[in-house]
């Protein structure tokens, strides 16, 4: 099983919708998670952290994490074509707590 | 600017040649990843270090590659005897000292060997 595991999508969503991208994973040690954000070509981009069980807010991104359940979601209100990227969920892991993430979410946001 | 640094950001070699990269985090971080990227996969891990102390190195990764951090601050990572199935994007993230802080991310070396 792998540590952190996501749906490779693609997700397609039309423009203004809500885009849900979910991730699981398996260390139950885990305290924290991070949403990247990668555009073609380019290096992965931080959007989101989040420690704690519950709801986290930031303009259009809201991150979900339910430590019982072992999944965290990203949910993109108002989705943008220039939301349109892979998405990718990570979390510390293993004995040195190294980050490892997951094989990403294509998200296609269809104006 | 400030944030992570990555040279070269592309690298054409000949099969069977060496190839080094080096990576410079951002300066009051202590913890450096490495990791290696494929077309539709994500960032895979290869090796992290603490300071000058490399921690943990994947499993995975063959002995044609050592990736260093003599004082802590910049490091290198070579493959050695390059392949065809070395061609990635190769990234380097560094992070504050911490189990749950965030990586950020270089621009990443792109190799590709012919």
């Known amino acids: 099983q792998k540590e952190v595991e996501q749906n490779s999508g693609p997700l397609s969503v039309p423009e203004g919708a809500i885009a849900s991208l979910n991730c699981t994973y398996s260390d139950r040690v885990s305290q924290s998670f991070f949403w990247y954000r990668q555009y073609s070509g380019k290096s992965p981009e931080l959007i989101m952290s989040i420690y704690s069980n519950g709801d986290k807010e930031d303009g259009r991104f809201t991150a979900q994490l339910n430590k019982a359940s072992q999944y965290v979601s990203l949910l993109i209100r108002d989705s943008q074509p220039s939301d349109s990227a892979t998405y990718l969920c990570a979390s510390p892991s293993g004995g040195y707590q190294k980050v490892t993430f997951g094989t990403g979410t294509k998200l296609q946001v269809i104006p | 600017d400030t944030g992570v640094s990555q040279d070269p950001r592309h690298k054409i070699t000949k099969r069977g040649q060496n190839v080094t990269f080096r990576c410079d985090p951002i300066?009051?971080?202590?913890?450096l990843y490495w990791y290696r990227q494929t077309l539709g996969q994500g960032p895979e891990f290869l090796t992290y270090f603490q300071n000058e102390a490399q921690l943990e190195k994947s499993r995975l990764l063959s002995d044609r590659f050592s990736a260093e951090r003599p004082k802590g601050s910049f490091s290198t990572l070579e493959i050695q005897r390059t392949e065809q199935g070395d061609s990635a994007m190769y990234l380097c993230?560094?992070?504050?000292?911490?189990?749950?802080?965030?990586?950020?991310f270089g621009q990443g070396t792109r190799l590709t060997v012919v």
């Open positions: 300066s009051e971080h202590n913890r």
């Open positions: 993230a560094s992070s504050l000292g911490g189990v749950d802080t965030e990586a950020f």
